[in-house]
């Protein structure tokens, strides 16, 4: 069972990635309707190609943007959009299947059986909230609401956590020792969690409002540690969330935050925290994030190029994950399910 959670959380990691690239390549509002059944069919032959093509022209991407674009250019960014969709089917029968078969032979106690059925029905809401956000491009401006881009990406990083947690709960089994030494380090550790939460929410405000587009360079913004107009729009709650310097500027300080709290948990892990699997994992943890702020200055004085870009929302989930492991290991393991099901093949096969 925990390997089934965990090849969930493999393909939601896929998810988040392949969004990334598709976002980084303007493919998202490719496809203009949502069609969860018979959406899983791609066109086929020319005049399919052409009524998709008609359908993408009535929508403001294409009037404001793209205009001019021929239906080969069309085909790529439409391959995209549909791979992701695609995926996103796959993580649900994924899901569905084993689940339906845990529950026919009574592999889940109720606790277990009702904390994987919420993460299915949050991954239910996701494909949902993933068309309410694409709509919001298809209205009158020709990109997606960077409010409903975060909530997508946020529920999806959500969603990956718990199983990572529910999956290391079957897994784990912490020593006496290591849960007495646990207590003290683990409101720590939360709040990197949350951190690291707070600035991929705030790379999907970034992304959202094209603010890595604007001020490549760093440190300084304008000439300055805090660039100017910072504070236009009105009501003043809305800069911190659509005005372009100081979106860019909350996920700098945010980055830079969550980097120092993540090296200097480390570093008092070497000093006070036994030899434990946490303190293992905080190795990783640490190196993640170095190698992370390194690809966000990279990404940015780049002009956020789609490899740059990929890999930087990839190396947030690296950074996300390894802190989550250290959080989880601190904590006692789940009650194993009955029957207990080890990875492999079954004996009674």
Known sequence: MACWLLGLTGLVLAMVVLGGITRLNHAGLSIVDWRPLVGVLPPFGEEAWQALFADYKRFPEYREINRGMTLGEFKEIFWLEYAHRLLGRIVGIAFAVPFIWFLVRRAFDRPLALKVLAIGILGGLQGLLGWYMVKSGLVDRPDVSPYRLAAHLGLAVAIYGCLIWVALGLLIRNSAEQLRQAARWRAAIWGAVGLVFLTILSGAFVAGNDAGLAYNTFPLMAG???????????????????????????????????????????????????????????????????????LGIATLLTFVPVPLGAAHQAGAMVVFTAILIALRLLYPPAPPPAPARPCGPSRSA
């Not at 236009?232 to 800069?239: A, D, F, H, Q, V």
């Not at 090296?263 to 993640?288: D, E």
């Open 224 to 294: 300055a540690i805090v660039p100017p107009d910072i504070f236009l729009i009105e009501p003043l709650w809305r800069n911190f969330f659509e005005n372009v310097p100081l979106v860019q500027l909350d996920h700098r300080l945010l980055a830079m935050l969550t980097a120092l709290v993540v090296i200097l948990i480390w570093a008092a892990a070497l000093r006070w925290l036994g030899p434990t699997p946490t303190r293992t994992v905080l190795h990783v943890a640490a190196a993640a994030v170095v190698v992370q702020f390194v």
